[in-house]
């Protein structure tokens, strides 16, 4: 049952020119194929092959000895999720019960978007900035290399990765502009809002 490399969810100019067709070729093509690829050999034939993903994930969190499984299967899940948090012409606010929710437990929307873009910025090497469900509260969080937030109870509703194979091609060092553009030009709101549904 072997973990699939899902097709982006767009064409690879779709982003433009905010993320490059060269970008995403790298970043899906080469870097998450070889999450998926290095994670489904390390489960094959074990215990875990049977199971999904994200339970894994969950269920081998901490584990020293398993630390090489764990990178590879949260990344897997990080990047197939990472994708479908942006989108052509995506950006702007929410509506709705998400927006609503947002007001509510952050102050405004643009407390969010202050809080959001400094733990993307703040990120000390790579790693990835999300806005969560902690129990019934938006929270916005930071992990490290390949953590994911769910290990911690919390449920993911948008993820921004700031690994620099995320940006560099275009920014380079530039990750601030990377952050700024996710916020205001990518940001797939519906998707939020579906993920915000399901877990609220």
């Known amino acids: 049952m072997a973990y699939q490399l899902p097709a982006l969810p767009y064409d ?7 993320i490059s067709k060269n970008t995403l070729e790298f970043h899906h093509d080469k870097h998450h194929a070889a999450y998926v690829t290095n994670y489904n050999k390390a489960v094959e034939g074990t215990e875990l092959d049977a199971q999904p ?30 994708w479908n948090c942006i989108k052509p012409n995506g950006g702007g606010q929410p509506a709705g019960a998400l927006l609503d929710k947002i007001v509510a437990d952050f102050g405004s929307f643009d407390e969010f978007v202050t809080q959001f873009k400094a733990a993307g910025a ?16 938006l929270k916005v969080t930071k992990t490290g ?24 091609l275009d920014y380079q060092n530039r990750r601030p502009d990377y952050i700024s553009d996710f916020v205001t030009k990518l940001i797939n709101w519906d998707f939020v809002a579906e993920n915000f549904a399901k877990a609220a």
């Open 122 to 137: 703040t990120q000390f090497g790579s790693g990835w900035a999300w806005l969560v469900l902690d129990n019934g509260t």
């Open 145 to 168: 290399n390949a953590e994911n937030p769910m290990t911690a109870g919390q449920i993911p509703l948008l993820t921004m990765d700031v690994w620099e194979h995320a940006y560099y």
């Open 53 to 82: 993903i994200e339970d894994v994930i969950k269920a081998i969190a901490g584990d020293a000895s398993k630390a090489g499984i764990f990178n590879n299967a949260a990344q897997a899940w990080n990047h197939s999720f990472y």
């Open 12 to 18: 690879y100019t779709a982003l433009e020119p905010y």
